[in-house]
């Protein structure tokens, strides 16, 4: 097995001592030392609390931390000789660590857990991330009870949101994951999943490993559960609050989310090509938990980021649009601030028109990610203003409709998937 | 007594747990007896032991199996006489084995004589021989034991209409500890049986001997002090016997019972040994080692007693309800097998009658610090009967051979004291001594090498225990020293093969010796030991610089 | 005299129909290798635009933006470029070699010049497009940064940034070819120096407070200066 090769020796020992588990989580970090252990100590409680007899393993894939997260991770394993919880355990409960990279890459994290829980055999195996400082642990038998008890393969986050949070996963991601491949997963990318063993092996197997990229393999394995007949579910996991320490860059949250569902488009296509409409997902506890409440942004300069990209990049945009929709977007474009309204037909063929180009590679395929992203502020701006004083079900039902927007024109991308125009 | 210049022979015993009853049976009458059980000492003596532990065999209306004492001064006739006591006595001392004697202090069946007085008359000489109470409600912090039979502690005697303490069944009343008249006649009787030649006394129920109100009436400082009087009397007059206390404790609330070498010679450790069966399901060392770890010193004259079964069901007492319950799901799934905070199951069947988990827990016994205690039929892996009632399925008849009776008896089948196991897994044809003798792969042969392993040096019996904490948890190794020497005892407790790296560096430069084959494996260098072991197996080494 | 002239005359005819009779086998060597030569060229070409074809190399020059480049100069497709480029050279080394054949000794002494200096061609050659679509790559590159940057004028940027690569690479082609190589490389030198000069003075004198502000954020505290202008885009 190739991908064995990434795991140090010292990290071989450690799994030997662990030996075969029934629940494995991962979780990846760098420089977290900070939320880490609170992270880790949830974790812990909630295996304590729902999984107190079965055999469990917490694995640390560290990208090269210099603050001393690894040793907050191993030093929290219950043990005869650990003593981190004041409580009483039945069973040993290992916490080990190791260093994939000297820096940080979702891909190799990802990659370690995997090879990680196909060499324990683990029965289920989540992967839950210190960024979110919220974690509960709750969490951990939401996610992990419907495979490790209920036979599902994947389980996939719902989380309370504000509503203007995750706007490109409300107006982009989500809508097209489900209108491609007929699932209405509401988080098809995110840094909490769950899964079982059989999935895991497979797409450790089938996926495309690049040594140490950029790729972040979440959303291929997202679509990977979606698209190749594994039981699906989601679990409302309440509130989730992230550290800060991910990067909130948009060009770079664009190239792992929009550019990895867009990569997994060519390979899947059999699966997505031939679905109409969408179904639900089974979802235990709130499938939509939305909040309210003021927050500070910059919606003028959502605009402008628009109007300029526009128009500084018409050249680029020529070459991956129609010249319809490039006249359409310079229109919206032109219009102030009181009437700009990039409409969801429109904003649905942009991404559509995208997507055809990303496969053709009109040109180089990070560009084409980074184009996108000034039109994508012009459509974040949109949805700021159009529910601006809307309740969380009006937001609800707009995002339904965008969704069943994309459902509608994706004979539009499927005739510029097949026309090759 | 056997003449010993070893005053601490016991920390170097091998115990062997037996019921008179269920041994042997000479006269065809369907129950063991002495003369039986006489009979059988060269089986004994083959195997390997040197202490028998005889359970109640005195004169008694046998409604909790002896335990219910109606005559400390004799022999029950079923079991023989008091000659036939002596006569295998003076066999047992001249193959070196010693002899320990039940000795049930904390109470008396109904039936005794001095119970019979007592309750005749509030005026009567013996009335306070007992604890007697007009009304139920004293002692309301007291516990009861037999859960699942009786209601109260105090039990309503029509015929002096009052009521008197029990701890145990309700025909079992208390002895009144705070009479000396009681403690003089208990040393009396125990005098009586020393001046004959027993080895030592297991004191049953010794945590109840007083009660005081507001109490658990458990471990109080008054039962201490009996103690060490009975102590002191044992030291001057009959120097080199045994007290082992039968205290179903904590750790921590047993270590007083051994004072400072003053009270008990030895105690069981109770809170062990459910923990062994429950780390071998869980193949996890951790509950083995925290209870130990949680395990006080004890003064060096003093010894724990291990074992794994015994007469009783295996208590769940001195465990979480968290371990409760999981060792009920893993080891009685069958309700019917549970019984007053415990499974009532013999070794093999608890085990599965699975021979390398059955050889990893006797490893562990004889490895582990303290004294074992083997108990009858277990050398063989004999079965059990739950549908016999009570625990009394764990007291059936020792299995001898294939034939008539399994060899136990040569009377009618339908006389025997209770049936034998028919069926065709541990049935009396598919287990027996005569079997199993006959081949050097039995389970019997392999007890028999274990036992002479663990005899062939003290250091098991006297050495400190060392845990080595190695990351792999599944591996269970200590290093066991004494006088500058070292065993080191590695036990595998999991189903599957396992890898594990022992820090040994402070050892660096000595050969481990495997003991049972005596083979060398490399020696212990710079770098951490790697060593493989099997589903359930385990090693014992020599560590010689050479 | 007219016998000595004609006499010349008829030995200068002479010595030319001698010549012309010893060129004439040359000559039409010359013309035997040029048409083979061409014929050979015709088959590498087309042998090449097969395999290139069949190996998409126009799909791998897509993705680098080379075909929107050519599109824009208004030349063929990469795999076209490069089967008539391998066809144009080797024709060329036929002729030169048919023209070596005639055996004219100061025409000989340049087709060896000509043979010396065509690795340096092809690497100039080679320099010229893979440089040009560097500088189109990079300046595509630096215009979308900059737009997602909401930076001031990212055409401007986009643009210089051409303009720099192309000057660059066409330095390294002068020097190549060994063309004024000492003029290119000064006044690349001086260009180069002086833009580098203009921006560290432009940076240092307004950008201080921002690069002091950037390198606490990024070397003392550890931690990536946090955008509050947008929402979470998770």
């Known amino acids: 097995m190739a991908e064995e090769s990434i795991l140090s020796d010292d990290f071989i020992r450690q799994l030997m001592n662990v030996g075969e588990v029934d629940i494995l989580i991962g979780v990846p970090t760098h420089n977290d030392a900070r939320t880490v252990g609170a992270a880790i100590h949830a974790i812990q409680a909630g295996i304590l609390k729902s999984f107190p007899r079965e055999r469990a393993a917490i694995i640390n894939t560290d990208g090269g931390s210099n603050d001393g997260t690894p040793d907050i991770v191993m030093g929290a394993s219950i043990s005869d000789v650990h003593r981190s919880f004041n409580g009483y355990t039945l069973r040993t409960l290992h916490s080990i660590s190791t260093q994939y990279s000297r820096t940080p890459s979702s891909e190799l994290a990802l990659r370690t857990i995997l090879s990680a829980a196909d060499l324990l055999r683990a029965k289920a195996c989540a992967v839950i991330s210190p960024e979110s400082t919220t974690v509960d642990p709750g969490w951990v038998e939401s996610l992990l009870r419907p495979v490790y008890r209920e036979n599902v393969d994947f389980v996939s986050p719902v989380y309370r949101r504000h509503k203007f949070e995750g706007v490109l996963l409300t107006n982009l991601i989500y809508p097209m994951t489900r209108a491609l491949y007929g699932i209405r997963l509401r988080e098809p990318y995110t840094t909490e999943i769950a899964f079982s063993n059989r999935l895991g092996c497979e797409f450790l197997l089938q996926h495309r490993w690049s040594q140490g990229s950029d790729e972040d393999p979440r959303m291929d394995l997202t679509i990977n559960a979606i698209s190749n007949g594994f039981r699906v579910q989601q679990a409302y996991l309440g509130e989730r609050t992230q550290s800060g320490s991910q990067s909130r860059d948009l060009v770079t949250a664009m190239r792992q989310t929009v550019g990895g569902l867009f990569s997994c488009l060519e390979p899947s296509f059999p699966a997505w090509s031939g679905v109409v409409g969408s179904e639900s997902v089974l979802t235990r506890g709130s499938e939509f938990d939305v909040t309210d409440g003021p927050l500070r942004v910059n919606r003028k300069q959502l605009k402008q980021m628009f109007s300029q990209g526009v128009s500084e990049l018409g050249s680029v945009l020529q070459v991956i649009l129609t010249a319809e929709t490039l006249v359409e977007l310079q229109s919206v474009a032109s219009a102030d601030e009181a009437t700009f309204r990039l409409s969801g037909e429109l904003w649905v063929k942009t991404v559509y028109e995208f997507a055809a180009s990303y496969q053709k590679s009109v040109m180089n395929r990070n560009h084409i990610l980074q184009a996108l992203v000034p039109l994508y502020r012009g459509r974040m701006f949109t949805f700021l ?37 | 007594m056997l003449e010993s210049h070893d005053p601490l022979w016991y920390k170097n015993a091998v115990i062997y747990q037996v019921h008179v009853r269920a041994f042997f049976d000479s006269n065809g009458d369907g129950v063991g007896d002495f003369q039986g059980l006489a009979q059988k000492l060269d089986y004994l003596s083959d195997l390997g032991i040197n202490a028998i532990w005889l359970m109640p065999f005195f004169p008694s209306p046998l409604r909790d199996d002896g335990y219910d004492i109606a005559d400390y001064w004799s022999v029950h006739p079923l079991y023989g006489t008091l000659d036939d006591f002596k006569t295998f006595l003076a066999a047992a001392h001249e193959r070196k084995i010693r002899v320990i004697v039940e000795m049930v202090l904390n109470h008396t069946s109904d039936q005794h004589i001095w119970f019979q007085e007592s309750r005749s008359s509030r005026d009567n000489a013996r009335r306070d021989w007992y604890v007697w109470s007009d009304t139920d409600t004293r002692y309301q912090s007291a516990r009861i034991i037999f859960i699942d039979t009786e209601l109260s502690n ?169 371990e409760r319950d999981y060792m009920y799901d893993e080891y009685a799934h069958d309700k019917t097998m549970r019984l007053n905070l415990g499974i009532r199951r013999r070794l093999s069947p608890l085990l599965e009658h699975d021979r390398r988990r059955i050889e990893l827990m006797n490893g562990m016994l004889m490895s582990l610090p303290g004294t074992p205690i083997i108990y009858y039929g277990d050398e063989i892996g004999m079965g059990d009967n739950v549908k016999l009632g009570d625990r009394n399925g764990v007291r059936t008849p020792m299995q001898w ?118 083979n060398l494996f490399p020696r212990i260098g710079d770098s951490l030991y790697l060593l493989t072991l099997a589903p359930y197996q385990f090693f014992w080494f020599r560590l010689r610089r050479i | 005299m007219r016998d000595i002239i004609v006499g010349e005359l008829t030995q200068a005819a002479y010595e030319i129909f001698r010549g012309f009779a010893h060129l004439l086998p040359r000559l039409i060597v010359m013309i035997v290798i040029v048409f083979v030569g061409w014929l050979i060229a015709y088959i590498v070409r087309a042998v090449l635009r097969s395999i290139l074809k069949f190996a998409k190399f126009d799909r791998f020059f897509e993705r680098a933006g080379a075909s929107q480049m050519l599109n824009q100069a208004a030349l063929p497709s990469p795999t076209e470029l490069l089967s008539r480029f391998v066809f ?131 070397l003392v505290r550890g931690r990536r200066p946090v955008k509050e202008d947008e929402p979470s885009p998770f």
């Not at chain 1, 203003?385 to 509608?408: G, M, P, W």
């Not at chain 2, 130990?292 to 208590?315: G, M, V, Y």
């Not at chain 3, 002091?212 to 990024?218: A, H, I, P, S, Y």
């Open chain 3, 88 to 218: 144009w050279v080797a024709w060329l080394g036929f002729i030169m070699l048919g023209i070596n054949a005639l055996g004219i000794g100061g025409l000989q002494e340049h087709v060896a010049r000509f043979f010396f200096f065509l690795p340096r061609l092809v690497v100039a050659s080679f320099l010229i497009f893979f440089g040009l679509l560097l500088a189109s790559f990079l300046s595509r590159a630096a215009l979308l940064a900059a737009v997602n940057a909401n930076l001031p004028s990212p055409r401007v940027i986009s643009v210089s940034t051409r303009i720099l690569i192309s000057v660059f690479v066409l330095s390294m082609v002068f020097e190549e070819l060994g063309l004024a190589q000492q003029t290119m490389l000064v006044a690349f030198a001086i260009a180069f120096g002086a833009v580098m000069l203009g921006l560290a003075i432009s940076f240092g004198m307004g950008g201080r407070e921002i690069a002091q502000r950037f390198l606490e954020d990024r």
């Open chain 2, 401 to 518: 051979s294939g034939g008539w009776n399994a060899g136990f008896s040569t009377g009618d089948p339908e006389n025997l004291y209770f049936p034998l196991l028919q069926n065709p897994v541990y049935g009396y044809q598919a287990v027996n001594v005569l079997s199993q003798k006959r081949s050097p792969h039995s389970l019997l042969s392999w007890m028999q090498h274990l036992i002479r392993v663990r005899r062939s040096t003290p250091l098991l019996g006297s050495g400190l225990i060392e845990f080595l904490y190695p990351a792999n948890h599944r591996i269970l190794a200590y290093v066991r020293q004494l006088d500058g020497q070292t065993i080191l005892v590695v036990n595998n407790l999991s189903s599957a093969a396992q890898a594990v790296e022992l820090d040994l560096r402070r050892f660096k430069g000595n050969v481990p010796i495997e003991m049972f084959g005596g």
């Open chain 2, 154 to 322: 105090w039990a309503w005697d029509p015929v002096s209409k009052e009521y008197y303490w029990h701890r145990f069944f309700s025909h079992q009343p208390d002895l009144n500890y705070d009479n000396p008249a009681v403690r003089q006649q208990l040393w009396e009787v125990m005098k009586f049986w020393l001046d004959l030649g027993v080895d030592g006394f297991r004191l049953d129920a010794v945590p109840y001997l007083i009660e005081r109100e507001g109490t658990s009436c458990e471990n109080l400082p008054e039962t201490h002090a009996i103690i060490k009087e009975l102590r002191r009397k044992l030291d001057e007059q009959y120097p080199g016997r045994m007290l082992l206390a039968e205290a179903n404790q904590w750790p921590a609330d047993l270590r007083p019972y051994f004072g400072t070498g003053d009270e008990f010679h030895m105690a069981f450790h109770f809170p062990l040994m459910p923990r062994m069966f429950m780390a071998l399901r869980l193949e996890d060392r951790k509950p083995i080692t925290e209870i130990l770890q949680q395990t006080p010193e004890i003064p060096k004259s003093c010894q724990w007693a291990l074992f794994l079964r015994n007469h009783d069901e295996l208590t769940l007492e001195m465990v979480t309800d968290m």
């Open chain 1, 385 to 421: 203003t159009q529910n601006r004083v809307a309740s969380s079900a009006e937001v609800a039902n707009d995002i339904e409709n965008l969704c069943l927007e994309f459902e509608r024109m994706k004979p539009y991308l499927l005739e510029r998937w097949d026309g090759r125009k």
